[in-house]
């Protein structure tokens, strides 16, 4: 069975640290673009970095200075490093690929910073 699961969330205090996981199985995703998104209560689920094949990333700007996304394509792994963490970064994050394939979405990992 191919599947993405995410790990790593958590509650954590303004201006602290999480590192996300997303571990594959089933097949390499090495070939894939792949992504973490994020979805808050009531709102659309978005796009928060990007790292390629290649390894070049991108990121949304809310998010720019303190989140850093990684892979281990051996690993068959995606990490998203989170710093300086801000109540506006709650939310379930996700990865995928990217662009996306429907069937890949997972449970997600529930983030949610407070005080």
């Known amino acids: 069975q191919v599947q993405l699961v995410e790990s790593g969330g958590g509650l954590v205090h303004p201006g602290g640290s999480l590192r996300l996981s997303c571990a594959a199985s089933?097949?390499?995703?090495?070939?894939?673009?792949m992504g973490w998104f994020r979805q808050a209560p009531g709102k659309q689920r978005d796009l928060v970095a990007t790292?390629?094949?290649?390894?070049?990333?991108v990121y949304t700007d809310s998010v720019k200075g303190r989140f850093t996304i990684s892979r281990d394509n051996a690993r068959n792994t995606v990490d998203l490093q989170m710093n300086s963490l801000k109540p506006e970064d709650t939310a379930v994050y996700y990865c995928?690929?990217?662009?996306?394939?429907?069937?890949?979405w997972g449970q997600g990992t529930q983030v949610t910073v407070s005080s």
């Open positions: 790292i390629t094949r290649g390894g070049s990333t």
């Open positions: 995928n690929t990217v662009p996306v394939m429907n069937i890949y």
């Open positions: 089933g097949r390499s995703f090495s070939i894939y673009a």
